[in-house]
Structures are given as structure tokens and as C-alpha cells.
């Protein structure tokens, strides 16, 4: 039996897009596609487990089954890995699992055939206390049983069950009609859940109100008898259709919201449809800490209203107050009770029909301000008519040739704090924006959104935006739309005519603005699994030691941000250290220490997660802490800087001067500048293993691109070329990025000279000869640089040029200073 290390799987994995994540000795995989990484892979013994369905085997197998070659190396242009659907054992669980219709029927399944009256009996007490525990959970959460045990099936728990699993209650997923899936809940004996798994292909269900739940006392319309309940969870919709006596669906996810609101907005379009009378959608918003389910429901939301289809958001009260990931009706209910989630709703149902007839009367207003057209006019016109706007009149604002439109739409969107109406889309166009101005706000505006990931170049400074992302700060807006700035009243600006404002705008927003930034102290910590641990350290007014822990993994989605505070401490011999604890919902604290390094030159970072009462450290590279540019500007003057120094005893104003030459290390460098004005530099080098890597940076000026990328290469043969070296760049939200390096046939005469070439990747191209776009432009010679050139034969990458691509890095210099000279004459 074969063996791997992990990073060969990791690697076949990612090659693919499957996600995973790393836990122990083992790596946990979504092979097929479920949402849920059931598959336990063992690299050292070489097996896997799938823990969904108890099948396992080799792991050779199972690359073999996911037309994986079990190495290392993974063709960059296979398809996207299939996935098995589960859906007839998902129908098989849900076929044999117990449909009890109310909490005294005494189980009599197929699985009592056969056996002995005491065996018999004891299966029947095992099938009995699931049902009484599935009870006891219906009740936990606030359903009747009679109704809810209904619309539910009992089954037992089995080997791949959690530990103390007494009952698993299985919920149904339907496509057309079809049994396509299931969820599984694994209850306790308290009737608590241990755990949620889904099964097959995911769907919906729709649920229907007992028969004894009254009707919601809403005020407002009458329209809203016939509406429509949509929510993620099973308990969450239950709960609020138990409450209000309204129908509704469930989606089991927030995609699964949105996904079935485009379902419905695309059948609304169909001339068969049309006409016909619906009912109003009501999305019950589950209010996350991450805002994923707010953003949710409002791109849901946004697609019903584009087709014509009435939609209410349904979000509960900041007075819930919920878990640790946030707050749904679920929540409501078991704070408020019944007839609390009852008021609850009906308020809010009344608040969002009473919101929905006032944009419907002006509604008009709104299509008559897009409709002007003069430029300058419906520029100005938008910012009266943004308070009446319905998310599909805000995309029309957004989409507007003219971009003073869309950013007065924005900027009064921002000031309104109605941010969060835009949806993804709209909001990633914004941000991509080529006019500063709206790039500077939507950064602003989306920042949580769309977070940057940490440059694997260089550390990341922790920097403010340029762009206040205070509401109510209007300042630095004022200045580009060449308003009045109102904060100053003893010299106001004189009004403008639109023409003037237009000028002044076009200036103001083709301007590079300057980024501002604090004084910090940060460190950065490259764990082995590609996961970045950043922390900041400033100090505030009251000398309180405070920053951010930023803890991000590009491969994994993993992006979160918490905000510290310090404590000045002393170990067990007196030496000082700083400590912060950054609390994590549903996974193991993050601690930083803070300590004094070696002479008290710097201070050193470090990380820990607290597991079974004991801090585990986070190895990885990195950790020093250093100033930012603001703190070492600022200099003596900085309380960080003062503070470092007074409780630690490091002075980082005795150290090496700041404007020291950075360290140069050995490279071949190369710039090819696109016809687009993209320039694509790289340092590639070999390290002491005679691995080929390169450093890459693909920049624009103009449009603000700059991404910084680390790369391997693997070695090919080429049909006519010979030998090169291929790496792959991936991008976040941009095609990914082949880059070559390779030595062409050169003239007679000529010394051999390596170049890099870059080829942009659209796998989702049908025709393969136009998946692969070259990237034309000027440059891309390689050429070494003084360091390289330096250490001469000792030097990794001028032995692998010479022996690998039999280029010589000294002659090509050589030559190139004698046709210099050649030309000079």
C-alpha cells in the first residue's frame, strides 16, 4: 500500500477546487460536493474514510476515481473534479427512517420481522426513545410535536453518529416534487442537537401551518394573508410559520435562498406565468455576525423585485440577542416566547409593508430622475430620490454610463446606511470601478465584503482607508462632488453650477488619493498551512495597549478580524511579555504574546490556540514586530513606540537606521509590460533543494491593480520548445495566470538568454484553443541582478540556469556590455 506526504494531496486537492481543511495527521475533503468534507484522508497509511456513507479504501484509489494522478504534479487543464451524487441514499435513509405521526404511536417497523419477543422488544425500546428524544427537541425548541413530528422521520443512530447520539431527526430536500436529499440532526438524550449533516443533492421543502395557529394581527395591507415564508433553517422557518399561521419554505442554506428566489424570478419571466398572481415573499433573515444572511436575503430580495415579484425583509430586532454567530426568529421565540416572536413579527411585517407603499408612491419620481437625460441633471437628481429607491431601481442607478451617477448613488446610499442593499454583484463592479472616487467609497463601503487577502511578497500594513467610512463624515465626499463643506461655517464654499461641479469631480476623481496611515506596530506569521496570523499594536489616548488580530487563509476562505486589548504581564523568572486573547466562535482561541528579543533589539510575536487547557504554539515564519511608516515618521514622539519601550525595555529608536538599504538576494529579474499597460515583474530564483520559485507582481497604476504572488515550478518538455518550467498564479476574482520560464533559440552567435512568458487560463472556454490566452507585451527577458551576479558560481540559480536551461547569466551580461559599446562607437 502506497504512502503520501500531505502535501501531495493537498496539492491534487486544490488542483481541483475541493475544499479541505488539515486536522491532525488527517485531511478532511468535500469530494463529493455535498458542503460537508466527510472524507478522512490518512497521507502516512495511505487510506481514507468517507464518514457520510462508511465506504473507504486506498488513497490511490481514490485519486484514480477523481482521474487523479497520485502525484505531486496535477495537469493545469483537467476538468473540474466530478461529484457523486448521493441522492439515492439520501432516498434510502429517509424510506427506512420512522414516520411517527404523534408521540404515543408505538413503533412497528419491517426491522421487528424476525426476531425473538425479547429482541423485539428491546429494538422497539431503542426506536422509542429516539422518538421520545425527538420530542423533547421539538419541544426544546419551541414546536408543537403533534404537527412538527409530522413533517419529520425518526431514524437511529449508527457507527459514523456522534458519540452520545440517541435519535437522528431527518428532514426532507425536494426538487420537482422528488426526494433529492436530506438533512440529519443528531439529537442527545436531553433532547439537544449534537450535530447537522446533509445527504444528496440539496432542495427544499414547503411547510404548511398547524391547524390550530392563528393568523398574525398585521395592520398594514391585506396582501400580506397570501404571503410566503422563506428561511435557511428547519427550525427557524417552523417556528416563525408555528407563529404567524403563513406557509413557508425551507431552503436549508442562505445560497439555497437566493438560489430558489432567481428560480422564481426566472419562472416569473416565462409568458405562461405572467400575470398570474403570487404570493408576497417574506425571507426570514437570520442575522449573522458575519452579515452573511443579512447579504443573503437582500440579493434574494433583489432578484424577486427585478422580476416584478413583491418580497419583504424580515429581520429580527437588535434586541435579540441570540449566540455567538448572531440571531434568527428561532432565537425570537425562546426569548420572547410565543406570543413575543407573535408581536415581533407582525411589527416587523408591518414596518417593511409600510416601507414598501412609500417607495411605491414615489416611485414614479425615481423613473423619472433615471430617465433625465442630461448628465449633469440626473446626477443631481438621484440624491433626492435615493430614499424612495427599490433594489432594482438601485441597480439601474449603478449601472448608469455616467459615473457621477453611480457615485452620488453611492455616496448617498453609504450616508443613509443602506450599504447593505447592494448586492454582491453590483458591489464587486463597484469596487473594480476605474474611477478612483467610486473605488476609494465602495472600498470604503465593502471592505468587510471584500477584504484583502495577506501580499505573500511582504508584510501588510494595517492602514485606514482614505475614505472616512463614518456615515455620518461627509468631509472627504464634499470634496470630490465639489459641495459646500458644511462643517466649516465661517468660510463656506459658493454653490457651483452643475457644469462647474462636473469639472471639479472629473478632476477630483482621476486624482490618486493619498492613503493615510496610523501609527502601528505589526508582525505578520506565515503558518505551514498558508494560514497568515497578523497582529497590530497601537496605543490609544489613555495609553491602553489595543489592536487587531487578522487571521486569514486564501485556499480555505478564511478571513476573520478581532479586535484585542493587551495586558502587560511577567513570567515565572520576571520577564515582562504582552498577552491578548482574540475569542473565536466555535473553534479554539487565538493567544498573542508580545516578548523581548534577543538583546532587546525588537520584540517578537508570537501565536498559540488554547486545546485541552493548554496553548499550543502556531509555528510558522515571521513574527517580528515592526513599526509602520507613520510610527517611525512620528519617531519618539509615538506613545506605541514609547509604550513598547516602557513596558518591554525595547527601543526601537536605537536600532539600524530606517532608510537602510533593503537586502538584495540573489535573482534573475524580468518586466514585461502588457499592451493593456500591465506590467508583470518577477524574481525567479532556485533554492538550496534546486526548486525553481519566483516572486511575481502584476500592477497597474491606473486602475489600482497590484497583486504580489510566491510560485513553484514543475518542469515540462515541450514539443518543439524542449525543456521549461511552468508555475500557476491563482487569483482571487481574475482568470488564473500560467507563467513559463524557458530559453529560445537565439541567433548564431547570440548567448542563450532566459525569458518569462505569462498565459491567462478560461477553462470555462468550449473551444480548448481559446482557453489559453497569451499575454503580448514588450520585455520579459530574464536577467541576473548584482547580488546574483556576486556570489557568482555558489550561487543556487546561476547553477540551475546553467545546467538546467544552459543559459550562462555572466555571458549574457558580458555580451550585452559589448554591443553596448558597440553602439557607443
Known sequence: MNTYNRETIVNALAARGIPYQILGREIEADVLGTGHKTHKINPAKGVYLDSATGDGGTIEGLLRAMDLNPSPSVASNQPIARQTDNSQLARTLWNNAWACKNPDELYNGPDLNGLSAMNKGARRAQWQTARDVTVQYLSNRGLEDA?????????????FSPEGTRAVMITPMRRDGNICGIQQAFINDEGHKLDRKMLGRKGVIRLSPPPEASSLPIMSSAQEKDMLLLGEGFETTAIAIQASSLPGIVAYDVGAVQKWAMEQAEAAHKPANRGTAVPVIGVLVDRDISRNGQRGARDAISS??????????????????????????????????????????????????????????????????????????????????????????????????????????????????????????????LVEDKIPAINKRAVAAFQDRFAPYPSKKKEVSMQQPSISTDPNDSRDVAAILGLPD????????????????????????????????????????????????????????????????????????????????????????????????AQIPDRPDVHVFVRPGAESKVAMVSFTELKNRKHQQIEGQGGTLKPNEAARTAGAKDKTIQAIGEKLGVNYLEGPPHDKEKRQYPRMESALKAQDGTWYTAGVYADKDGQLKATVRINHQETGLDEHHKVSFEEREGSSSGRYYSAKIERE???????????????????????????????????????????QGQGGWLKPNDAMLAKGDKDHTMQFMREKLNVDPVKQVEQAKTKAKGVER
Open 147 to 159: 404537527h412538527w413530528l409530522g413533517q419529520v422521520r425518526i431514524g437511529l443512530p449508527d457507527r
Open 486 to 581: 458644511n462643517t466649516n461655517f465661517d468660510n463656506p464654499i459658493p454653490p457651483q453650477t452643475p457644469q462647474e461641479r462636473s469639472h471639479n469631480m472629473e478632476q477630483q476623481a482621476n486624482t490618486p488619493q493619498a492613503t493615510r496611515q496610523y501609527p502601528r506596530m505589526e508582525a505578520s506569521l506565515k503558518a505551514p498551512d498558508e494560514t497568515w496570523y497578523q497582529a497590530s499594536l497601537y496605543a490609544d489616548k489613555e495609553g491602553q495597549l489595543k489592536g487587531t488580530v487578522s487571521i486569514t487563509n486564501k485556499g480555505q476562505s478564511l478571513d476573520e478580524r478581532h479586535k484585542v486589548e493587551y495586558e502587560a504581564k511577567n513570567d515565572k523568572k520576571g520577564r515582562p511579555f504582552l498577552h491578548a486573547k
Open 304 to 429: 424577486l423585485d427585478e422580476a416584478g415579484l413583491a418580497a419583504r425583509y424580515l429581520e429580527p430586532s437588535i434586541q435579540i440577542i441570540g449566540g455567538p454567530k448572531g440571531a434568527d426568529w428561532a432565537d425570537a421565540r425562546q426569548e420572547l416566547g410565543p406570543d413575543g416572536i407573535r408581536a415581533a413579527l407582525a411589527q416587523c411585517i408591518d414596518q417593511q409593508n409600510n416601507l414598501a407603499a412609500y417607495r411605491e408612491t414615489h416611485s414614479h419620481e425615481v423613473d423619472a430622475a433615471l430617465a433625465i437625460q442630461d448628465d449633469h441633471k440626473r446626477a443631481s437628481g438621484i440624491a433626492a430620490v435615493v430614499p424612495y429607491m427599490s433594489p432594482r431601481q438601485i441597480n439601474r442607478a449603478l449601472e448608469d454610463p455616467y459615473w457621477v451617477v453611480r457615485l452620488n448613488t453611492l455616496y448617498t446610499l453609504h450616508m443613509a446606511g443602506r450599504t447593505e442593499e447592494i448586492d454582491r454583484a453590483h458591489a464587486k463592479n
Open 733 to 775: 476574482d481574475k482568470p488564473s495566470v500560467f507563467m513559463n520560464v524557458q530559453a529560445p533559440t537565439m541567433k548564431d552567435g547570440d548567448i542563450r538568454i532566459a525569458r518569462t512568458d505569462f498565459t491567462e487560463f478560461h477553462p470555462e472556454e468550449e473551444d480548448k484553443n481559446k482557453r489559453f490566452d497569451r499575454i
